[in-house]
């Protein structure tokens, strides 16, 4: 079992800046090996793939929507996935949920497909006003 714990979401105003991270807990031996990512879902929308990282961290993924604003990253010694994002605009408003891949293909692969990620985190509100 993995338990992932996401924390930084909050309320900010728009061109503002958030870090969420999302710490892994349980079987974290191998977190190394897991390709991790974050998706987001606002009320009455579909859950969006908003970025994506191969467990080398060499490999990365980014919506549409977010490229150049957001950044994601981790820190295998810690456990940790982050996602940096600036300059929010109201339409990123949203739950935040990280994700961990436990069987990514090899170190530079990642997949934007929620249905292929085994654990999820409990997710972090962000909200972003005009």
């Known amino acids: 079992q993995v338990q992932l714990v996401e924390s930084g979401g909050g309320l900010v105003q728009a061109g503002g800046s958030l870090r969420l991270s999302c710490a892994a807990s349980?079987?974290?031996?191998?977190?190394?090996?897991?390709?991790m990512g974050w998706f987001r879902q606002a009320p009455g929308k579909e859950r969006e793939t908003v970025a994506a990282?191969?467990?080398?961290?060499?490999?990365?993924y980014y919506a549409g929507s977010v490229k150049g604003r957001f950044t994601i990253s981790r820190d295998n010694a810690k456990n940790t996935v982050y996602l940096q994002m600036n300059s929010l605009k109201p339409e990123d408003t949203a739950v935040y949920y990280c994700?961990?891949?436990?069987?990514?293909?090899?170190?530079?692969?990642?997949?934007?497909?929620?249905?292929?990620?085994?654990?999820w985190g409990q997710g972090t509100q962000v909200t972003v006003s005009s």
């Open positions: 994700a961990a891949d436990l069987h990514a293909r090899h170190s530079n692969y990642y997949s934007t497909m929620a249905d292929e990620y085994d654990y």
């Open positions: 349980g079987r974290t031996r191998t977190f190394s090996r897991y390709a």
């Open positions: 990282v191969s467990w080398s961290g060499a490999s990365t």
